[in-house]
């Protein structure tokens, strides 16, 4: 399946991706992520520390167009969303904080 995504629907993705690959906390992403493309675009943010992390949503969605496809259509599919929701960093944030607020902390 070929799905394209918005420029701005795929530029708000990855400046919310970045910002969390930042903060180490993509454990959200990797969960609905059945296709380890996570660990591909962090390969690339990780290998090529001559980009400051500002000027990387350009060139991830020029180099890595394939990879975000893919790995938007597994969230899509298996986190059931909306990409026509979700269009600002602001509201995969939202998302996020909610997905994150379903996760039971184990008993102690």
């Given at each position: 399946?070929?799905?394209?995504?918005?420029?701005?629907?795929?530029?708000?993705?990855?400046?919310?991706?970045?910002?969390?690959?930042?903060d180490d906390?993509?454990?959200?992403?990797?969960?609905?992520?059945?296709?380890?493309?996570?660990?591909e675009l962090n390969a690339?943010?990780?290998?090529?520390?001559?980009?400051?992390?500002?000027?990387?949503?350009?060139?991830?969605?020029?180099?890595?167009?394939?990879?975000?496809?893919?790995?938007?259509?597994?969230?899509?599919?298996?986190?059931?969303?909306?990409?026509?929701?979700?269009?600002?960093?602001?509201?995969?944030?939202?998302?996020?904080?909610?997905?994150?607020?379903?996760?039971?902390?184990?008993?102690?």
């Amino acid at each position: 399946m070929d799905t394209q995504y918005s420029e701005k629907s795929v530029e708000a993705f990855l400046t919310f991706y970045v910002h969390h690959f930042k903060d180490d906390d993509l454990e959200i992403i990797s969960q609905y992520d059945l296709d380890h493309h996570v660990t591909e675009l962090n390969a690339f943010i990780n290998n090529d520390r001559s980009f400051r992390m500002k000027d990387i949503v350009p060139i991830l969605v020029c180099k890595h167009n394939e990879i975000i496809s893919l790995l938007l259509e597994d969230l899509v599919n298996n986190a059931q969303l909306d990409m026509n929701q979700l269009d600002t960093p602001q509201a995969w944030e939202n998302w996020y904080r909610e997905e994150k607020g379903k996760i039971k902390e184990p008993e102690r």
